[in-house]
């Protein structure tokens, strides 16, 4: 891949969120994730019409890349619609640190640029494996 590798994964979310399932709430948001091997996974929301019952666009991103045989994201991208940045919810916070090691970083659209995160800091003090042992 030549390149901006960050690049192709705003290219991949983005061609994700145009097959999103939003009905009811309009704000379609995709996803994707970069490996160590260079395997990119992207996923959509999925809408329901009982919400609790809905997927986010990270959930499936991080579903396909276990379902492809990968176990730690490099990168996450997150879009939405409009033009804030999207950030990934509280839930996704969670699943996404579950999956991260210390080289993760989390990449959004903002004021016309890139604005990338660890997930410490947007999960400080988070519950992880280590705090089962």
């Known amino acids: ?18 097959n999103a399932h939003a009905p009811y709430s309009g704000f379609k948001v995709g996803a994707a994730i970069r490996c160590e091997d260079g395997s990119i996974h992207a996923g959509c929301n999925v809408e329901n019409a009982a919400y609790p019952v809905g ?22 991208v997150v879009i939405g619609s409009g033009d804030k940045p999207c950030f990934p919810c509280g839930a996704c916070r969670q699943r996404i640190f579950e999956f991260s090691g210390p080289r993760t970083r989390v990449h ?16 400080p003090h988070a519950f992880g494996p280590a705090t089962l042992a």
């Not at 997927?55 to 996450?76: H, L, P």
């Not at 959004?108 to 999960?123: K, M, P, Q, V």
Request: one cysteine or more; hydrophobic letters at 55%; proline letters at 2%.
């Open 1 to 18: 891949m030549m390149g901006d590798p960050i690049e192709y994964l705003f290219l991949a979310a983005r061609a994700a969120q145009a």
């Open 55 to 76: 997927t986010c666009a990270e959930a499936g991103a991080i579903a396909a890349m276990v379902a492809g045989g990968q176990q730690e994201i490099i990168d996450i």
């Open 108 to 123: 959004l659209r903002a004021n016309g640029g890139i604005e990338s995160f660890t997930i410490g800091d947007l999960l």
